[in-house]
């Protein structure tokens, strides 16, 4: 299925760079958003993994414990491109103690283990960390110029390995909608989250397309950077609008699922305008149960700081959960990412 031709926010840029020539030129680690309390029967291992996917190493580790997969849980979905290290959870008798250091996950280190109280819950991150290098970069001084303009944000797209290998993850959406099946629990939620994204980008999109990126609607529904929080503005005033220049609050459009609309008003109008031609999946999903939602449609990489290595630069910034690093890298430069034309999508 064709993917969207995304719009930027800092128009195309012209340079080029390599990404991802070896894994650690992608690391990215988590940083959940409580702190362990060191007793409980549930195991947390801080795991560094590489040339693995996260579903596989919970396989693993559910074979290592004697339980089963679907109580191995984790904060997130990360990457097998890449060096990662994030956090699983496992459930563990509190008498026993884990031979944990004779584990073996092929591909994987172990760097620290304690215990909880809980459950680890999926998105319970605070943030993400990443430190990429860009090797072989062809117009250092448009990269400087452009690091300096991402700073006051990007583009919240989701990025293209949530959609599959080809658009493959909108594909089964699209079969499903049209009254096929998925047996398959994992692989029928890749492609409901799927489609939600791709309609999320699609609203994005027109937000720039008619220059409402940096702006609020009447009806609008922000939400508060660093937080799940939203609340609705009936008409933007100047103290809302100072909020946006200084990134306290971010405009946000529907992930399409169940419920009332919390927009009203021009916004409500324009997210059903910019859906028109997607009513069709709005509505299956709808039908699915799938439960409507809000997201930031602003991103703002914290932290950014960077550094030439001769021809390379090695970038480091956080992101909250939930948003990808390629929807920053987009902005910066036209990057060959090495490792997934060599390798098919998680």
């Known amino acids: 299925m064709q993917l969207l031709a995304l719009p930027y926010l800092y ?19 988590e940083t959940l958003s409580f702190t362990p309390t060191g007793a409980g029967e549930h195991l947390l291992l801080f795991i560094e993994k590489i040339g693995q996917n996260t579903q596989f190493v919970a396989k693993l580790l559910a074979e290592i414990v004697g339980c089963k997969a679907r109580q191995v849980s984790y904060a997130g979905l990360k990457d097998r ?22 584990w073996q996950i092929d591909g994987c280190r172990i760097l620290q283990v304690t215990r909880h109280q809980r459950r680890l819950r999926l998105g319970a991150i605070a943030h993400n960390t990443f430190h990429l290098r860009l090797r072989d970069v062809s117009d250092p001084a448009e990269l400087e110029q452009r690091l300096q303009q991402v700073k006051l944000g990007v583009p919240n797209y989701y990025g293209e390995q949530r959609f599959g290998r080809d658009g493959g993850n909108l594909v089964l959406a699209d079969k499903l909608f049209q009254g096929g099946s998925i047996s398959d629990r994992q692989i029928r939620g890749l492609a409901l989250s799927a489609a939600r994204s791709f309609l999320f980008n699609t609203q994005l999109a ?6 409402l990126f940096n702006r609020l609607m009447q009806g609008e529904v922000v939400q508060l950077d660093g937080s799940g929080s939203i609340f609705k503005v009936d008409e933007p005033d100047d103290v809302l609008r100072q909020r946006l220049a200084e990134f306290d609050i971010h405009p946000t459009a ?19 305008q910019s859906l028109h031609n997607w009513q069709h999946w709005v509505d299956a999903l ?14 703002v990489p914290r932290q950014l700081s960077w550094y030439f290595d001769g021809s390379d630069v090695c970038l480091s910034f956080q992101l909250y959960s939930g948003c990808f690093a390629t929807s920053v890298l987009r ?4 990057y060959q990412d090495v490792q997934r034309h060599q390798a098919p999508l998680d």
């Open 81 to 102: 491109h890449a060096v990662t290290r994030q956090w699983f959870c496992v459930p563990y008798p509190i008498k026993q103690q884990p031979d944990w250091q004779h």
């Open 206 to 211: 027109r937000r720039l397309e008619q220059g």
């Open 254 to 272: 529907a992930l399409a699922g169940c419920g009332e609309p919390l927009v009203q008003g021009d916004a409500l109008e324009f997210e059903q």
């Open 331 to 334: 902005e910066l430069v036209n």
């Open 286 to 299: 709808i039908a699915l149960n799938m439960r409507a939602e809000r997201r930031s449609i602003r991103l």
């Open 11 to 29: 128009q195309k840029p012209q340079g080029t760079a390599l990404l991802r020539v070896q894994p650690d030129d992608f690391i990215v680690e």
